[in-house]
T-cell receptor, first 112, second 114 residues
Framework: AQSVTQLDSQVPVFEEAPVELRCNYS??????LFWYVQYPNQGLQLLLK????STLVKGINGFEAEFNKSQTSFHLRKPSVHISDTAEYFC??????????WGAGTKLIIKP | SAVISQKPSRDICQRGTSLTIQCQVD?????MFWYRQQPGQSLTLIAT?????????ESGFVIDKFPISRPNLTFSTLTVSNMSPEDSSIYLC???????????FGQGTRLTVV
């Protein structure tokens, strides 16, 4: 069975500082991993995805993530955050039957 | 990619009534899903909407409470029946084409039951 653990429910960080949002997964099938962002009162938007190939994946808005098979992790990083990055971030792994298995989410709080 | 239009975007309903949420995709998609999201929480899958057959419900969700239709490859509806305040939540429609592609989401329906 597949599962996703997001290790931090909230991450406060100062503006222009780097940030890492942690995600660990377990999967018994081919590993397809995703990070989504949800801004207040909006739907979910894809930030980036890992399907195969290079383990360093670049996404929108300056975010990137690294797939680490040995540590079963897919952490999201940004070298310098902006106030507009304030949102909730969800990690997901593809399960069976086309479903995505979701983490609990991490609130990114940007301090001015 | 796919663009999903979901409506209504929000509604306030009386308890005991029903609300039907519509989800329209701008291209044919293999799979469509309905989620519920409580404020500040993650997504909970309600059911997979199957084209031409009955939806597949997750544990804790039943057809009588959440009837779903999917008449074709671009459209689905979710009805929240006999509503109570506990049904107040955000309902999200999602679509996915293949196992190795991302899911796309509508903007959600914010439902308040009074």
């Amino acid at each position: 069975a597949q599962s996703v653990t997001q290790l931090d429910s909230q991450v406060p960080v100062f503006e222009e500082a780097p940030v890492e949002l942690r995600c660990n997964y377990s999967s018994s099938v081919s590993v397809y991993l995703f990070w989504y962002v949800q801004y207040p009162n909006q739907g979910l938007q894809l930030l980036l995805k890992y399907l195969s190939g290079s383990t360093l994946v670049k996404g929108i808005n300056g975010f990137e993530a690294e797939f680490n098979k040995s540590q079963t992790s897919f952490h999201l990083r940004k070298p310098s955050v902006h106030i507009s990055d304030t949102a909730e971030y969800f990690c997901a792994v593809a399960g069976s039957n086309y479903q995505l298995i979701w983490g609990a989410g991490t609130k990114l709080i940007i301090k001015p | 990619s796919a663009v999903i239009s979901q409506k209504p975007s929000r509604d306030i309903c009386q308890r005991g009534t029903s609300l039907t949420i519509q989800c329209q995709v701008d291209s044919q998609v293999t799979m469509m899903f309905w989620y519920r999201q409580q404020p500040g929480q993650s997504l909970t899958l309600i059911a997979t909407a199957n084209q031409g057959s009955e939806a597949t419900y997750e544990s804790g969700f039943v057809i009588d409470k959440f009837p779903i239709s999917r008449p074709n490859l671009t459209f689905s509806t979710l009805t929240v029946s006999n509503m109570s305040p506990e049904d107040s939540s955000i309902y999200l429609c999602s679509a996915r084409q293949t196992m190795n592609t991302e899911a796309f989401f509508g903007q959600g329906t914010r439902l308040t039951v009074v």
